[in-house]
């Protein structure tokens, strides 16, 4: 494969009758997909037989070029280099555009979370801890033991936006210092100091949106929300997604002599004023207006407030919308010594609690006890991060039962009139905060005891009844391999030059030359088999890296710990249902063990849809290897031997 891949690029772009002759052009597993005004100018023969491409095809409308496992690199390449209009979805599916939107938001969260999400679980207990400590009366003023563990726990979730800049970096293809330079000047300490001292002029007086402007840059206001960006989760994902495209925009104009140093210097330059000045105004904003229109409600009905806030609250601070409403509830605690604002809030974490406690009971995987118990004590504390990104935002239905659960609980302390007479301490601990300030237990407490267990009581017992996505399915045919033909890794260690691969799949073996589908059964892909599925589940073959997982789904690219890359292509033309009918369990750069569910697919929606259900299974890096020995078996088990590549 040419590794100079703007060159590629280029010639690709000429041969295909120029950008003009581009209507759109998408990408998949292993070819470009051009949607071309008029394929007559297209010169297929030399694309043919360019460097680079392995091979041409036309079908479904669309120009196939195929490049192999550097396609994602063509792709950016020739975005880079032309105005092509490069997209992965298609307008002509737009009636499920919403629908696509927020899954796709919630992938997008759920990947950033993802690599930390431990980390993140193991600090929300110390947080609890500390919260327990300060129920007996310790605070920073009297306790350096309370004060060294409230670092211990809380610095992680402080600097927050610098972690999500590392990974989100990663999956905005970005140069992760220079993103770290731009989390760095959003949580640099003296920032939140501007918002300090007397205003120069107040913004929008008189307003619900009025804001005291302390200083200015260039003339333009400086506007922090309260406590600035210190643990913040959106306006670290905008500032480097911004920070992406425009290090791409100055790659493409400044020169390559000078590319190196320029370019980051802009990027952060641009970048961070621009988080600073527009993104953390716009989160205000939004914050305020999310507070006018939720006491607007709250004259109306209490009941229909509580439940709005209960169940939206996760979502509030989330995209750090919640500040306008928490100024309100502590001006109304200063000014009457009770508010009803921020006590309906607090049912947010019980159903986070009751939903994982389901979870945990019901799924056997390590890898969701790894993360859902610790998750599960920290929420206990009133600390849901980590179990909202490690597992309910991940598998999406969960987190909705999550949400409506608080929200029962919320319509009930609306309903009730329930208020808090303090601020301090969160889950459990919060509860002394409902005690009246004389300490007598009126039933103001006791219906906030009521909806904690509500809460915790509805959504443990709706996901006890409902199937755990992504994850229960895989329990019992693990359990169920043939001892005798699944592979282990003690096989693995016995022979360094023999990479012996299991199958992936249930179902019957076919020839690869007899997959209707050129490129696979030329063999120009690699050396391989398919596999008709009888289940649709894909399971990893041996231990092994997640090479490259396309974002619908639909194929995956594993290289094994000898270094042999396995491609396994779900269905044909499956790219064009654009993720529907396809749930994916990894992401790129995860480590998975053999036998460990990768991806999860409807075969009856793929035959409904018309598509082909054969899925090749190819080592794509064939030329590295001296010989390969494929199954004479018809019909195989997930975990049955499949083929020995013997390595050169």
Known sequence: MAKDYKKLAKDIIEHIGGESNVAQLQYCMTRLRFYLKDESKADTEYLKNLSGIVT?????????VVIGSDVGEVYEAI???????????????????????????????????QPFILVLSATGMIKGLVALLGVFGLDEANSGFYAVLNA?????????????????????????????????????????DMAEGTPLYTLFEGTQ???????????????????GYYATVIPAILAIWLGAKVEKGFKKIIPSVVNSFLTPFFTVLVTATLAILVIGPIATWGSDLIGLIFMAIYKISPTIFGALIGGLWQLLVMFGLHWGLAPIGILQLTEQGFTPILSNSGSASFGVLGV??????????????????????????????????GLLLPMKKPFIIALISSAIGGAYTGFFDVVVYRIGGLGVFSITNYITDSGQLTMNFWHRVISFILVTVIAFAIQMFMKTPQLDSSVDSIEKKNKNQTLNNAELEKSRKQDIIASPLNGEVKNLSEVNDKVFSSGSM?????????????YAPTNATIRMVFKTGHAIGLTTELGTEILIHIGLDT???KGEGFEKLVQEGDEVLAGQPLIIFEIDKLQQKGYEIDIPIVISNISESSDIFITDEKQLEHGDYLFTVVNS
């Not at 949106?209 to 406590?227: E, H, K, N, Q, R």
């Not at 945990?360 to 990104?389: L, Q």
């Not at 690699?526 to 894909?538: C, E, F, L, N, S």
């Open 56 to 64: 041409v095809m036309k079908a479904s409308g669309q120009y196939q």
């Open 79 to 113: 975005l880079n280099v032309s105005n092509i209009n490069g997209e992965q979805t298609s307008n002509t599916n737009k009636q499920n555009g919403q629908k696509k939107l927020l899954n796709n938001f919630i992938d997008l969260i759920s990947s950033i979370f």
């Open 152 to 192: 211990v726990g809380d610095g992680f979730f402080q600097f927050l936006p610098v972690i999500i800049a590392l990974t989100a970096a990663k999956k905005f293809r970005m140069n992760v210092y220079t993103a770290l330079a731009i989390a760095f000047a959003l949580v640099y300490p003296s920032l939140s």
């Open 209 to 227: 949106f009025s804001a005291d402007v302390f200083t200015t840059f260039l003339g333009i206001p400086v506007l922090l929300p309260p406590g």
């Open 356 to 389: 994982l406690l389901a979870i945990i009971i019901k799924n056997k995987d390590k890898n969701v006890r790894n993360i859902g118990i610790p998750a599960t004590i920290a929420s206990v504390f009133g600390v849901t991060e980590p179990g909202i990104y």
């Open 526 to 538: 690699g050396k391989g088999i398919a596999i008709v599925p009888k289940k649709g589940i894909v």
């Open 575 to 577: 790219v064009e249902l």
